[in-house]
């Protein structure tokens, strides 16, 4: 694959066209708002000079990635040669089936036609389809130009070459995919999240801490593990002889745990008002922007560590 059509320019898209940029593909940039296409190219210049004053080490000068970014002035011109779609418009699945309708009819046979939906299943909006085998949902971590996670969600009619090519493409290209077996809520990452999450809502609704040290409980104790280890490879290294020793030793208190966080909860209006309260205290609403920016900072720095760390374990 060589030839990109980025379908939907919000945040999420627009790191994407870096990220297939950077990796050499030239990208059709289409929207239907042309402008928002446009801004396409002002982020990519701007994420490209902040990494630059970061120090990380580019393969090649901004300007030759750059060149690679056009905005297509149809859906059918930036379709034409494309051997891979990649749609990033609004979570609305009536929009997603009308876009696909139309993605199915135009886009060359061969084209892999994937989604970066965060929770819809392909299969809620291309059953029907006469190309259905070749949709897929390949989602991934916002934003993608700095954390490569992305997951394969196949529908039941997805093929299995359609699977193994957008999973090559997303190796080729410098992301981290992981192929799920089958369609399910919320796919992998919004689970696992969507667990701490109740959790950390819970703690501070019951009077337990409140949000800013629920957050410190993360970014200076779990979190310091789970920038390099995953939790299976975190419990494996807590007891003497390994996972199955900690299982033993710790699994009926994870059990009753389970048992006590049952009981599912609603965000409760004043449950979020509390807790954004404590968060404004922290960052003030007008210095979100600024906030982010420091957030891709941090991001691109570690993203560096992790690859020496890589290097150093061999892996």
């Given at each position: ?211 800013d040290e629920v957050d410190r409980a993360m970014t200076d104790g779990l979190g310091l593990r789970w920038f390099f280890l995953g939790p299976f490879q975190t419990i494996d290294l807590n ?77």
């Amino acid at each position: 694959m060589t030839r990109v059509a980025l379908v939907g320019t919000g945040v999420v898209g627009g790191s994407w066209a870096l990220v297939f940029a950077r990796a050499g593909l030239e990208v059709a940039i289409h929207d239907a708002d042309a402008a928002a296409a446009g801004r396409v190219i002002d982020f990519a210049r701007t994420a490209l000079a902040d990494l630059a004053a970061q120090g990380i080490a580019a393969k090649e000068p901004a300007d030759a990635v750059l060149a690679r970014l056009s905005v297509a002035p149809s859906l059918e011109r930036a379709l034409e040669t494309a051997d891979h779609v990649q749609e990033s418009v609004p979570e609305r699945v009536e929009i997603k089936r009308a876009l696909y309708r139309t993605l199915d009819a135009v886009a060359p046979a061969a084209t892999v036609l994937a989604s970066s939906t965060s929770g819809l299943p392909a299969s809620a909006f291309t059953e029907g389809l006469a190309g259905r085998a070749r949709c897929v949902v390949a989602h991934p971590i916002n934003p993608p130009h700095l954390v490569p996670l992305v997951e394969i969600v196949p529908a039941p009619w997805t093929a299995p070459e359609t699977v193994e090519r957008t999973t090559a493409l997303m190796r080729a290209i410098g992301q981290s995919p992981i192929r799920l077996r089958r369609e399910i809520n919320g796919f992998v990452v919004n689970r696992l999240q969507s667990a701490l999450l109740a959790e950390a809502f819970r703690l501070v609704e019951d009077g337990v801490v409140d949000a800013d040290e629920v957050d410190r409980a993360m970014t200076d104790g779990l979190g310091l593990r789970w920038f390099f280890l995953g939790p299976f490879q975190t419990i494996d290294l807590n007891a003497k002889d390994g996972v199955a020793e900690y299982c033993r030793n710790l699994g009926p208190m994870y059990y009753d745990l389970a048992r006590e966080q049952a009981d599912a909860r609603e965000w409760n209006a004043a449950l979020v008002a509390r807790v954004e309260s404590e968060l404004r205290r922290t960052v003030p609403a007008d210095a979100l922007p600024a906030r982010r920016s420091w957030r891709d900072r941090v991001l691109a720095t570690l993203g560096t560590v992790k690859q020496r760390i890589a290097q150093e374990a061999g892996g």
